[in-house]
């Protein structure tokens, strides 16, 4: 074996992954990814470490500790659109540049997770209103696992009042319509990551209307526009948790 020959050294990269030698896929990541910034996560934090980079590094307790830590200056929903969605946007990117790697973009998310549950735990403690102002259904689509944007919207939701019937991710469109008529609700929301599953929300909302039960429909995820959500004929488009709070209040009271 010549060890100055790059391709014979890829091959044993690849050996030690596949013979399981390579703890995370480290070593292989660093190889492939070809940058300095895409170091594993198992570097151990540094003081002055930004929650930006303790999610893109996969670190979890970390990130939990940051979080808590902005959640004392900031309010919850601040550090969800000033903190986490950016930093998980980073890493979306990276991703696409071919930076990062599966395995990390699925440590990155699991630290990011560490941050959204403490703000869904600061946001649940101060206490829905105990009368109900009305039920929402929410499903992320058919071939679409990204749940975590459409869990922040449930707790959001819930915190306003409203009952949430949440029928997780990756649901089908017959299971939704099915679902909205059994809860018999007024108001529909379904969440899409991918532009590859958009199509599903747009067959998700054509099997509503077939339906003929009314409801309205609303639609969120990082990939949509107002324009792209109307073209498929959702009612209303929600760039954050926010909205989607100000779109139940105007559909629901
Ligand atoms: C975390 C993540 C993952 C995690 C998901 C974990 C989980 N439980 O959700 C894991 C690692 C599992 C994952 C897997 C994959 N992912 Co991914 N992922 C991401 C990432 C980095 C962040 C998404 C996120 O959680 N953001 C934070 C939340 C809070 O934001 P949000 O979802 O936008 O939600 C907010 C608003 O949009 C809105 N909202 C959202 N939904 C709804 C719904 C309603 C009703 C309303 C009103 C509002 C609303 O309110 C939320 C709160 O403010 C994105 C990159 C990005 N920039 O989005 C890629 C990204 C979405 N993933 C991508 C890809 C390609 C994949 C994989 C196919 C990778 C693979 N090769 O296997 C798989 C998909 C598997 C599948 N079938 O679904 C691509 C999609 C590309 C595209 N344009 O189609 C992205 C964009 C990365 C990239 N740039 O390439 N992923």
């Known amino acids: 074996m010549n060890p100055n020959l790059s391709a014979v050294m890829d091959a044993v990269a690849a050996f030690r992954v596949l013979a399981g030698q390579d703890k995370d896929c480290a070593a292989y990541i660093r190889r492939f990814a070809g940058t300095e910034s895409a170091a594993p996560a198992a570097a151990p934090a540094a003081d ?8 893109l590094r996969g670190l979890r307790k970390e990130t ?9 200056t900031h309010s919850e929903l601040e550090v969800v659109d000033r ?9 979306g990117e990276r991703y696409e540049r071919q930076e990062l790697f599966l395995p990390q973009l ?37 071939g679409d696992v990204h749940d975590i944007g459409k869990n922040i919207v449930r707790v ?11 029928l997780g991710r990756d649901v089908p469109a017959e299971t939704v319509v099915e679902a909205a008529i059994r809860e018999d609700v007024r108001l529909v929301g379904l969440s899409a990551l991918m532009t590859t599953t958009v199509a599903s929300m747009a ?3 054509k099997a509503l209307r077939a339906s003929g039960h009314t409801c309205k429909i609303m639609v969120g ?33």
């Open 106 to 142: 699925i440590q990155a998310a699991n630290a990011a997770c560490e941050g959204f549950e403490l703000v869904k735990k600061r946001i649940a403690a101060r206490g829905a209103e105990s009368v109900s102002k009305g039920k929402i259904l929410l499903a992320t689509v058919h």
């Open 221 to 253: 995820g990082a990939v949509l526009t107002p324009d792209y959500a109307a073209q498929i004929g959702a009612d209303y488009y929600a760039k954050d948790a926010k909205q989607s709070a100000d779109i139940a209040k105007q559909v629901l009271g």
């Open 83 to 91: 903190f986490l969605i950016p930093a998980l946007d980073a890493v």
């Open 203 to 205: 067959e998700t909302i």
């Open 156 to 166: 959001v939701l819930e915190n306003y009042g409203y009952t949430v019937v949440d």
């Open 64 to 72: 939990a500790a940051l979080t808590a830590r902005a959640l004392e």
């Open 48 to 55: 002055g470490l930004s929650l930006a980079d303790a999610i």
